[in-house]
């Protein structure tokens, strides 16, 4: 099946309009860049989450942490740039 060039023209129009970029994409400093703030902002969630979970220990609850959690939250270690 070939879509009719109008649609392929407007889809590929209102996606650009849409994202803003047309060219190559990410430059590979944007993606690392991008990459890392992500997981940055993953490790803070997972540090709340690991609070959370000692807060209803300390409450006597019964929590399971979930079993890929990330060491590095559930030990409270902070590493160094």
């Known amino acids: 099946m070939r879509w009719p060039d109008a649609i392929v023209s407007r889809a590929t129009a ?11 994409g ?3 400093e944007e993606r ?4 890392a703030g992500l997981h940055a902002e993953y490790l803070e969630a997972e540090r709340l989450e690991e609070m959370l979970v000692r807060c209803a220990e300390d409450r006597g609850e019964i929590v399971w942490r979930r079993p890929r959690e990330s060491p590095a939250a559930v030990l409270g270690v902070i590493q160094k740039a």
């Open 14 to 24: 209102e996606l650009g309009a849409l994202y803003g970029k047309t060219g190559a």
């Open 26 to 28: 990410l430059s590979v």
């Open 32 to 35: 690392a860049r991008i990459i």
